[in-house]
C-alpha cells in the first residue's frame, strides 16, 4: 500500500473509532458534563488506538453484519446493542497509554504518546478509561441474556491483561530467559484481550452458546495472540520506523521477545554470543543496542522469523479449518491475512 493509501485508510479507522466511541462518552455524561474534560477523553482514545483496533473488535461486528450468521430470535430487535458497547475502545486506549508511560515510549503511531502531551496526568487518563469500559456493558444492555457474561469478560480482561503487563514490565535476565515465561507473558498481555476478549464478547453478545467450542476457539486466539506478538517483536527490531510509526525500544528496555529467546537458544553452544547478548541487552547507549542488533544480524533471525511465520500461519490455517463453527472461519482467515501483511 502506498503513503496515500495508508493515509487514506488512517482517517477511514479515527472516523470508525470516533462513532465506536460515543457510546462512552455518552454513558460519562451521566457523571460530567465538563466539555472540555470530555473532549480530552475522546482524544485520548482516538490518539491512542492503532491500527489493529479496528481489526480486532470486527469480532463483534462480524456476529450483527449482513449475514448475521448467529443472530438469534431471543435477541431479534437488539443487534443494535452491540454499536452501543464501544468500551472495547476505551479500554484497550486505556491500556495503551499505561504502555507507554511504563515503556518511557515517545511515539505511538508516529505522534507523541499522550502522556507526553499531557504528563503524569495520563496515569490517571489510563484509570479512566478502563473503569469506564468496563462500567459500560452494565448500562447499556438492558436486559440482554448474557449481560452478565458480558460485563465479567470486561473485568476479566482487565486483570488477565494487567497481570501481563506486570510480566513485561520485568526485564529479561539468564535466569527468566524462557519460552515458558514468554508464553505466559504473551497470553496475558496480549493474546486475552487483543484476540479471544472482542472474540468472545462478539459471540456472547450474540447469544451465542460456547460450550462445545470454546476450549478449541479460546486456543486459536491465543495462538493469534502468539503470532501477532512475534511479528511485533521482528517489527520492533528490523520493521521501518517510517511505516511502524513507533520507536525500537525492545532491547534497550530489557524486554523479554522472541527475537531474544532465538538468538539466546542459537547461541547456547557460543559463550562469546551470549556475553555479547548480556552484557549489552537492556542498556540504553545506542552502542550496545546496536552490539546486540549486530548480533540478530548475524544470526539471520530476519530468516529464521521468515520460517516461523510460514509454520505459524500453516498452523493456524490448519486449526481454523478444523474449528466446529465453521461460520467463524472466514472472519478468522481475514484475521490471519491482516497479521500476515501488516
Not at 523479554?256 to 556475553?275: E, G, I
Amino acid at each position: 500500500m502506498d503513503a496515500h493509501g495508508r493515509i487514506a485508510l488512517d482517517l477511514c479507522a479515527v472516523q470508525l473509532r470516533k462513532k465506536m466511541n460515543q457510546p462512552l462518552l455518552t454513558a460519562l455524561r451521566r457523571f460530567t458534563n465538563n466539555q472540555q474534560l470530555l473532549a480530552s477523553i475522546a482524544n485520548a482514545i482516538v490518539r491512542t488506538n492503532f491500527w489493529w483496533q479496528r481489526d480486532s473488535w470486527t469480532a463483534v461486528d462480524w456476529c450483527f453484519g449482513s449475514e448475521r450468521p448467529f443472530v438469534r430470535p431471543c435477541i431479534s430487535g437488539k443487534e443494535g446493542q452491540h454499536h452501543r458497547l464501544g468500551g472495547g475502545n476505551g479500554l484497550h486506549a486505556g491500556f495503551l497509554i499505561q504502555d507507554d508511560i511504563m515503556d518511557n515510549a515517545s511515539t505511538r503511531r508516529g505522534k507523541p504518546c499522550w502522556y507526553r502531551q499531557v504528563g503524569l496526568s495520563g496515569i490517571n487518563d489510563g484509570v479512566l478509561l478502563q473503569s469506564a469500559a468496563s462500567w459500560l456493558p452494565s448500562v447499556v444492555l438492558d436486559d440482554h441474556p448474557q449481560k452478565n457474561a458480558i460485563v465479567s469478560s470486561f473485568v476479566e480482561a482487565t486483570m488477565i491483561t494487567s497481570l501481563g503487563q506486570k510480566l513485561d514490565m520485568e526485564k529479561a535476565r539468564p535466569e527468566t530467559c524462557s519460552w515458558d515465561r514468554y508464553r505466559e507473558l504473551v497470553t496475558n498481555k496480549t493474546a486475552h484481550y487483543s484476540f479471544w476478549f472482542p472474540m468472545k464478547v462478539g459471540l456472547l453478545l450474540a447469544d451465542v452458546q460456547l460450550e462445545e467450542v470454546e476450549i478449541e476457539l479460546k486456543n486459536i486466539c491465543y495462538e493469534f495472540g502468539f503470532y501477532f506478538q512475534a511479528k511485533d517483536d521482528y517489527l520492533n527490531c528490523f520493521g521501518d520506523e517510517s511505516v511502524t510509526k513507533k520507536h525500537s525500544s525492545d532491547i534497550a528496555c530489557g524486554k523479554l521477545t522472541w527475537l531474544l529467546l532465538t538468538a539466546v537458544d542459537m547461541s547456547k553452544s557460543d559463550d562469546d554470543q551470549l556475553k555479547i547478548i548480556w552484557q549489552n541487552y537492556a542498556q540504553f547507549e545506542q552502542r550496545m543496542t546496536k552490539e546486540v542488533r549486530s548480533l540478530y544480524e548475524q544470526l539471520d533471525l530476519r530468516g529464521k522469523f521468515r520460517l516461523f511465520e510460514q509454520a505459524a500461519v500453516q498452523n493456524l490455517s490448519t486449526l481454523i479449518n478444523r474449528l466446529k463453527m465453521p461460520q467463524l472461519c472466514p472472519l478468522l482467515f481475514e484475521m490471519l491475512h491482516l497479521i500476515k501483511n501488516q
